[in-house]
């Protein structure tokens, strides 16, 4: 979903050093880094060609399904692959695996996780879509707002998800205060 990318979403790169501020500080306080990828298998009624509404891109085992080589994941940050079911589109977080095969609520309470800090792509599908169902769970959310970037495939999708998000008891917080919100090291 980077630029190059099948699926780029325009002017994502940019956002990329405040994602990987953002790990570092996690890395930092010992706090978990959690990454969702997209992972979709050659056919999917996700894309165009079969029915659904995007160009193919992060088909798995792919150089496309890759994450951009810039961004800084730990070693040992937890994968979570979605996208997989060729009959789904799969844009919330929680419809992901790790590689055992737990999905993402499953990882995030054997951790005794309560609370989560979103960013990355894009605003408007996967970012949207994840805080929400967050929420549904009963998790405190917080987007990172400057460390986001949405496709808006029609103007102003971006705002709505925003908006809708707010709504749903979702903060929308700047990366550059985390450090005074997360927990000490």
């Given at each position: 979903?980077c630029?190059?990318?099948?699926?780029?979403?325009?002017?994502?790169v940019?956002?990329?050093?405040?994602v990987?501020?953002?790990?570092?500080?996690?890395?930092?306080?010992?706090?978990?880094?959690?990454?969702?990828?997209?992972?979709?298998p050659?056919?999917?009624?996700?894309?165009?060609?079969?029915?659904?509404?995007?160009?193919?891109?992060?088909?798995?085992?792919?150089?496309?399904?890759?994450?951009?080589?810039?961004?800084?994941?730990?070693?040992?940050?937890?994968?979570?692959?979605?996208?997989?079911?060729p009959?789904?589109?799969?844009?919330?977080?929680?419809?992901?695996?790790?590689?055992?095969?737990?999905?993402?609520?499953?990882?995030?309470?054997?951790?005794?996780?309560?609370?989560?800090?979103?960013?990355?792509?894009?605003?408007?599908?996967?970012?949207?879509?994840?805080?929400?169902?967050?929420?549904?769970?009963?998790?405190?959310?917080?987007?990172?707002?400057?460390?986001?970037?949405?496709?808006?495939?029609?103007?102003?999708d971006?705002?709505?998800?925003?908006?809708?998000?707010r709504?749903?008891g979702?903060?929308?917080?700047?990366?550059?205060?985390?450090?005074?919100?997360?927990p000490?090291?």
């Open positions: 979903l630029p190059g990318g099948l699926r780029a979403v325009g002017g994502g940019a956002i990329g050093p405040r990987n501020r953002t790990i570092g500080l996690f890395v930092h306080r010992g706090l978990p880094v959690l990454a969702t990828r997209d992972w979709h050659r056919i999917t009624r996700h894309f165009k060609e079969f029915g659904g509404a995007w160009p193919p891109h992060c088909v798995q085992g792919t150089k496309g399904a890759r994450f951009h080589p810039k961004l800084a994941l730990p070693k040992d940050a937890v994968i979570l692959s979605k996208g997989m079911d009959e789904q589109d799969s844009y919330s977080g929680f419809q992901a695996v790790n590689p055992q095969g737990r999905d993402l609520e499953s990882v995030l309470r054997e951790r005794g996780i309560d609370e989560v800090f979103l960013c990355g792509l894009a605003t408007d599908y996967c970012v949207r879509a994840t805080a929400l169902d967050a929420r549904r769970r009963g998790l405190r959310v917080e987007v990172l707002g400057d460390a986001i970037k949405g496709v808006d495939a029609t103007p102003g971006s705002e709505a998800a925003l908006r809708e998000m709504e749903a979702v903060a929308i917080v700047d990366s550059r205060g985390l450090a005074q919100i997360l000490p090291s």
